[in-house]
T-cell receptor, first 113, second 114 residues
Framework: KQEVTQIPAALSVPEGENLVLNCSFT??????LQWFRQDPGKGLTSLLLIQSSQREQTSGRLNASLDKSSGRSTLYIAASQPGDSATYLCAVTPPGGSYIPTFGRGTSLIVHP | DAGITQSPRHKVTETGTPVTLRCHQTENHRYMYWYRQDPGHGLRLIHYSYGVKDTDKGEVSDGYSVSRSKTEDFLLTLESATSSQTSVYFCAISQNRDTGNTIYFGEGSWLTVV
C-alpha cells in the first residue's frame, strides 16, 4: 500500500527565503505526482503535476522535482512571500485502474514579513 | 479553475437525519471522488466513481452512499447522520490525459451534525 509522508509538518520562515518542501512515497510505481496548495477554509488548488517520465516542472517561482527511484519529490519556492502562507500537500497517483491518489498530510507554511 | 460546484456549502443537521451533498462538474471528467478532511487524519477517501453508475468504496465508506446517474453529478448521502460525520467534505474530479491525471477539487461543504 502506498504511503506518502511530508516532513516537516510545519515550517515558519522569514519573507524572501528560498525554501524546499519534501514529499516521500514508498512505492515507486507511480503514474504522476501532484502538488497542491490549500488556504484555510478553502479547497485544494493544483500547483504542479509531474508525470512519472518527467524529472521536474516549473511554474513561476515554483519548481517541483521527482526522483522515483528514491521515492522523493521536492517543491522549491523561490523568494517566499507572505502570500505563500498555506498548507502544501502532495498526492501520488498509481498507474492504471482507478487512478486513486494517495495524499500526504501536508506541510503548513507560514512566511512572516 | 475547474468547474466544480458543491452544494450546500454549509449545513447544520440533527443526528439521525439523512443528508445529501451534491457535486456538479462542467468539465466532463470521468473520475469523481468524495473526501472528508479532519484534523489529525488528513484527506480520507469516502467513495469514488469511474463512470456513470460505476462507483466504489473508499477507506471510510461506512455510513455513506453515493450515486452517479449523470456524468456531471455525484451525490453523497449520509443515511443517518452522526456527530462523527461532522467534517468538511470535498469533491474532486480527474480525467486521464496524455499530460497526466490531474485532480481538481471543489471548495468544500462544511457539515455539522448536532
Amino acid at each position: 500500500k502506498q504511503e506518502v509522508t511530508q516532513i516537516p509538518a510545519a515550517l515558519s520562515v522569514p519573507e524572501g527565503e528560498n525554501l524546499v518542501l519534501n514529499c516521500s512515497f514508498t512505492d515507486s510505481a507511480i503514474y504522476n505526482l501532484q502538488w497542491f496548495r490549500q488556504d484555510p477554509g478553502k479547497g485544494l488548488t493544483s500547483l504542479l503535476l509531474i508525470q512519472s517520465s518527467q524529472r521536474e516542472q516549473t511554474s513561476g517561482r515554483l519548481n517541483a522535482s521527482l526522483d522515483k527511484s528514491s521515492g522523493r519529490s521536492t517543491l522549491y519556492i523561490a523568494a517566499s512571500q507572505p502570500g505563500d502562507s498555506a498548507t502544501y500537500l502532495c498526492a501520488v497517483t498509481p498507474p492504471g485502474g482507478s487512478y486513486i491518489p494517495t495524499f500526504g498530510r501536508g506541510t503548513s507554511l507560514i512566511v512572516h514579513p | 479553475d475547474a468547474g466544480i460546484t458543491q452544494s450546500p456549502r454549509h449545513k447544520v443537521t440533527e443526528t439521525g437525519t439523512p443528508v445529501t451533498l451534491r457535486c456538479h462538474q462542467t468539465e466532463n471528467h470521468r473520475y469523481m471522488y468524495w473526501y472528508r478532511q479532519d484534523p489529525g487524519h488528513g484527506l480520507r477517501l469516502i467513495h469514488y466513481s469511474y463512470g456513470v453508475k460505476d462507483t466504489d468504496k473508499g477507506e471510510v465508506s461506512d455510513g455513506y452512499s453515493v450515486s452517479r446517474s449523470k456524468t456531471e453529478d455525484f451525490l453523497l448521502t449520509l443515511e443517518s447522520a452522526t456527530s462523527s460525520q461532522t467534517s468538511v467534505y470535498f469533491c474532486a474530479i480527474s480525467q486521464n490525459r496524455d499530460t497526466g491525471n490531474t485532480i481538481y477539487f471543489g471548495e468544500g461543504s462544511w457539515l455539522t451534525v448536532v
